[in-house]
Each structure stands twice: as C-alpha cells, then as structure tokens.
C-alpha cells in the first residue's frame, strides 16, 4: 500500500496515518478498505509509516508531519466471522482517544468497514484534526512557582 500524495491546489481535511494492522493476512483486505474511507473523506492518508513506542514519540512525529491521527488495529477470526477492532490515538497528546469494531464474514468485512467507518470514527477524527492545527508548543518549559516574599523580610508582629 503507497502513500498518495496530495494534490496541488486541493486542500485537505487532516492527515492520518494508519499502521499495518495484527492478524490481517498479506492481501491486507481490512486495512485497504480503512485506507480507502478515510480518503474518500478528504483525509491525506499515510500508509507507510510505522508504529512509535511512547506516547512522547507519537507527538514528536505529529509536531513533524503535521499528523493528527494515528489508527492501528488487530483482526481476530472466530470461525466464520472476522473481528477488527480499531483504536485512534491523538497526534496532539499521543494517548488513545477511541476504539471502534466491526464484525463480518471475510467477504463482507471490507464493505462493512467502508460503509460505516466515517459514522463510527468521524467525529473523533474531525477533533482531533481540528485540535492538531491550532499552534502548540514545542517542549514544556519549567514550572515556577511565586510563592510571594520570604517571611525574613516581614516584621514580627505587625
């Protein structure tokens, strides 16, 4: 799967990345077909990059890339019926802002996922490219605290 670049001229709705996801075989059915609602959406899609291992990483690579959302995910079979459980992270805190799951046979899955991504998913993806936009520190800066004049410099009893 390519990372498409974006077209000059035509603006954006946010960028996310969505990593490779457990237990997808190699045609990588689920995936493609997050991929694939997620660009229809107007989102610039990267599907290449792989995962961080802290939260510090994941906001390092969003302060980067521009990154607002990062989605992995694992697929479980259970006989005839195929689980994909998504998870979103914010690019802005690096924590996990929500989850998702769809069920179905693997003929069925990869329409589900198209169909009903965007009204399981959209409004956390908006916010958290809404809140990836607004400007942001780079690193924290000490925290002082004015504890007001010491108690030498008063007089006693006044």
């Known amino acids: 799967m390519k990372d498409v670049p974006e077209k000059p001229g035509e603006k954006s709705r946010g960028k996310v990345a969505v990593f490779v996801f457990e237990g997808d075989d190699v045609f990588e059915q689920s995936r493609r077909a997050v991929v694939r609602a997620l660009r229809k959406q107007g989102l610039t899609v990267f599907a290449t990059l792989r995962p ?18 990062f989605i992995d995910g694992e697929v479980s079979s259970g006989g005839s019926q195929h689980v994909l459980q998504l998870r979103l992270r914010s690019g802005v805190t690096g924590q996990y802002v929500g989850g998702t799951k769809f069920t179905g046979t693997p003929a069925t899955l990869a329409g589900t996922i198209e169909r009903s991504l965007w009204t399981k998913v959209g409004p956390s993806t908006v916010r958290a490219c809404a809140s990836a936009v607004k400007p942001r520190k780079r690193g924290f ?18």
Not at 59 to 67: K, N
């Open 52 to 69: 961080s291992d802290t939260p510090a990483q994941y906001r390092a690579v969003s302060y980067s890339s521009g990154i607002a959302l």
């Open 141 to 158: 800066s000490p925290m002082y605290i004015e504890a007001g004049s010491s108690l030498d410099t008063i007089p006693y009893g006044s």
